[in-house]
């Protein structure tokens, strides 16, 4: 168990062994909580200081006191919550009558990676370092020899050549040399398998005999995992159309991988498939063929319209202050936003936040394109939400669960590249797309959304599964095949052992609790939830309406749709998660519905090619996994 901090944490016992009344005892409660407070005012300033330190060019005047101080940020921000827990742990909830501080105890009792002793989360932390090593480390030599090209990474540089790459062949060899190199002397299995040992004895100090709990533990569900399975099969039929789809064009262009009318497909390709999902030659072919029906060019009319990054911001920003939403004044552009070096970054180039109260900031990535113009307004949802969450008690000022704030952030990149918001900013012409062109597009958001989200789903069950005991370490490689099988139609390129280990790199990156599969998965499936309800509130969805398709709506001038995200913004987490999404969809669960009517032309168009071509969906996969 954790040892509570002594000091204020010895008053509340007094209180608990003297019978003090009430109202002392909620004082004394209180004063636990201010006491950290005051601590987390210290690690908000060492954000202030990194923002400061960091330049126009995105270096530190001040040498390497940028990663001292991100470190120090980490170390006191993991003794602070650690601490906090300690004491609130011997807090009598029931004692308390004011909800909010019994809400606030609640959630700061119990806690992740940070609830474990320094030594093991020292240990975790390593163990991390090494997972992210795994995916961005330069650890693959695929035609085992580095001599004159040096090793290369998974993450971009394999996955790159995959992008590419149009022989079957070398997606194997990377595929085979990736997984050699993490895991020679079992080195990635048994990472593993120490990293799950922590995540259990985290578990323990939150007194969940099942560990999973505590993976899930801000979603406040009895069996979580159950209700993102149903949303799983709720969308399997939309899923197995357009699977049955990319099969026949896989067997058309990779021959040698002998993939059958009724099979599974190649995980090396399947990978590949969602790797190009935007990318222009990809092997994949759109369901109209010919250059009038191809998607417009975007890219210099926005280079013409919105000419730099900062225009851009603004523009994003413009977004939410038409929604009703706050205005960021001037002095946020001149002070609170700085521009990244164009090389610091990298592959994903993906802007930062920084959250210092009563202040919020902004490091944007410096590149002009469609995709970063979507992805900015994303991160002017995350500013909006730090500065109606920061009025909040200490505790509560932040989202209801893992992925709430992505949701929304998924509404408004859905929202900003459609045709009809394009033509708003006069970068198209008009504001939708010929039909052909709609459902070209609708064919890559289905590629880009569709795919990704059984292969998040498996990766979280294939851990859960592994932390709860359902899978044995014996077991590990055939049952991460079976769920394969059994939920995404994807099997291994060539005969696999039990004692292989063979999950993909998204895998090692959820397992990260801030990066996990779980709140990935949340995002995107809450996120066409919340998109369905602001257009149906700003009446530019109408269904049944072809004028107001759901896939071309853009919600921007709604103040109907901005009331809808400002009340979930400003309460934070002072309610529960299900509480929170009922304010915009009327809903308290997880549902395909939105992602269901978003896709809805597509699926009617997989149906009726496949029939047309004789293709059936499903799929029975080879028995490529050999229990030993």
């Given at each position: 168990m954790r040892l509570p901090f002594l000091g204020v944490s010895l008053v509340l016992l007094l209180t608990v062994t003297f019978g003090i009344c009430q109202s002392n005892y909620e004082l004394a409660t209180n004063r636990i909580l201010d006491r950290a407070k005051d601590r987390m005012r210290h690690v908000w300033s060492l954000n202030r200081r990194i923002f400061v330190q960091l330049t126009a060019k995105g270096k530190s005047p001040l040498g390497g006191q940028v990663l001292n101080s991100k470190q120090e940020v980490e170390a006191e921000t993991y003794r602070l919550y650690y601490d906090l827990a300690g004491n609130l742990s011997v807090v009598s909830v029931a004692e308390l009558d004011d909800p909010l501080l019994r809400r606030r105890v609640q959630r700061m009792a119990k806690l992740q990676l940070q609830g474990l002793r320094p030594k093991d989360y020292e240990q975790a932390k390593d163990l991390l370092r090494q997972i992210h090593n795994f995916v961005n480390g330069p650890l693959v030599c695929p035609y085992e020899d580095c001599s004159t090209r040096g090793s290369l990474a998974m993450y971009p540089q394999?996955?790159?050549?995959?992008?590419?790459?149009?022989?079957?062949?070398?997606?194997?060899?990377?595929?085979?040399?990736?997984?050699?190199?993490?895991?020679?002397?079992?080195?990635?299995?048994?990472?593993?398998?120490?990293?799950?040992?922590?995540?259990?004895?985290?578990?323990?100090?939150?007194?969940?005999?099942?560990?999973?709990?505590?993976?899930?533990?801000?979603?406040?569900?009895?069996?979580?995992?159950?209700?993102?399975?149903?949303?799983?099969?709720?969308?399997?039929?939309?899923?197995?159309?357009?699977?049955?789809?990319?099969?026949?064009?896989?067997?058309?262009?990779?021959?040698?991988?002998?993939?059958?009318?009724?099979?599974?497909?190649?995980?090396?390709?399947?990978?590949?498939?969602?790797?190009?999902?935007?990318?222009?030659?990809?092997?994949?072919?759109?369901?109209?063929?010919?250059?009038?029906?191809?998607?417009?060019?975007?890219?210099?009319?926005?280079?013409?319209?919105?000419?730099?990054?900062?225009?851009?911001?603004?523009?994003?920003?413009?977004?939410?202050?038409?929604?009703?939403?706050?205005?960021?004044?001037?002095?946020?552009?001149?002070?609170?936003?700085?521009?990244?070096?164009?090389?610091?970054?990298?592959?994903?180039?993906?802007?930062?936040?920084?959250?210092?109260?009563?202040?919020?900031?902004?490091?944007?990535?410096?590149?002009?394109?469609?995709?970063?113009?979507?992805?900015?307004?994303?991160?002017?949802?995350?500013?909006?939400?730090?500065?109606?969450?920061?009025?909040?008690?200490?505790?509560?000022?932040?989202?209801?669960?893992?992925?709430?704030?992505?949701?929304?952030?998924?509404?408004?990149?859905?929202?900003?590249?459609?045709?009809?918001?394009?033509h708003r900013l006069h970068i198209l012409l008009n504001d939708s797309l010929t039909e052909e062109q709609s459902l070209n597009r609708l064919f890559r958001m289905g590629v880009h959304t569709l795919i990704a989200l059984p292969q998040y789903f498996i990766n979280d069950k294939f851990l859960v599964d592994v932390m709860d005991g359902r899978i044995g370490v014996k077991d590990y490689n055939c049952a991460y095949w079976g769920l394969q099988d059994k939920y995404a139609g994807v099997q291994p390129p060539l005969q696999r052992l039990n004692k292989d280990f063979d999950p993909d790199f998204k895998f090692y990156r959820g397992l990260n609790p801030e990066t996990s599969n779980t709140k990935k998965f949340l995002a995107e499936i809450l996120g066409f939830q919340f998109y369905r309800s602001f257009c149906l509130a700003s009446g530019q969805y109408k269904p049944g309406d072809p004028a107001f398709p759901l896939h071309n709506c853009d919600f921007y001038d709604s103040k109907e749709a901005g009331k809808k995200i400002r009340d979930m913004m400003q309460l934070g987490a002072t309610r529960h998660w299900r509480d929170v999404m009922e304010i915009a969809t009327g809903e308290r669960k997880l549902s395909g519905r939105g992602i269901l009517e978003y896709f809805a032309p597509l699926f009617t168009w997989l149906k009726e090619r496949n029939k047309q071509m004789d293709i059936e969906p499903g799929w029975d996969a080879d028995e490529l996994c050999r229990r030993d």
């Open positions: 394999i996955m790159n050549k995959n992008m590419h790459t149009k022989l079957y062949e070398d997606l194997v060899i990377n595929w085979k040399a990736w997984r050699r190199a993490i895991n020679e002397k079992d080195v990635a299995k048994n990472t593993f398998i120490g990293y799950v040992r922590l995540l259990r004895i985290a578990a323990t100090y939150n007194g969940h005999v099942t560990p999973s709990r505590t993976w899930y533990l801000n979603y406040d569900t009895e069996n979580f995992q159950a209700e993102m399975e149903a949303v799983v099969w709720e969308i399997m039929p939309l899923y197995r159309e357009l699977h049955a789809y990319l099969r026949r064009e896989v067997q058309t262009t990779y021959p040698k991988a002998d993939t059958k009318s009724d099979g599974a497909i190649s995980a090396p390709i399947m990978d590949q498939i969602l790797s190009q999902d935007w990318y222009p030659h990809q092997f994949f072919r759109t369901p109209h063929q010919g250059r009038q029906h191809q998607l417009p060019s975007v890219h210099r009319r926005l280079e013409e319209v919105l000419v730099t990054p900062v225009k851009i911001n603004r523009k994003a920003a413009e977004f939410f202050e038409s929604l009703g939403l706050m205005v960021m004044p001037n002095i946020f552009y001149d002070r609170f936003s700085r521009r990244m070096n164009d090389e610091e970054g990298g592959a994903e180039c993906k802007s930062q936040v920084f959250y210092f109260p009563p202040d919020v900031a902004l490091r944007y990535c410096p590149k002009l394109d469609y995709k970063k113009m979507m992805q900015i307004h994303g991160t002017m949802a995350e500013l909006q939400y730090h500065l109606y969450k920061m009025q909040l008690p200490f505790g509560l000022d932040t989202e209801p669960c893992p992925g709430f704030g992505a949701a929304i952030a998924e509404t408004v990149i859905l929202a900003s590249g459609t045709p009809r918001h394009l």
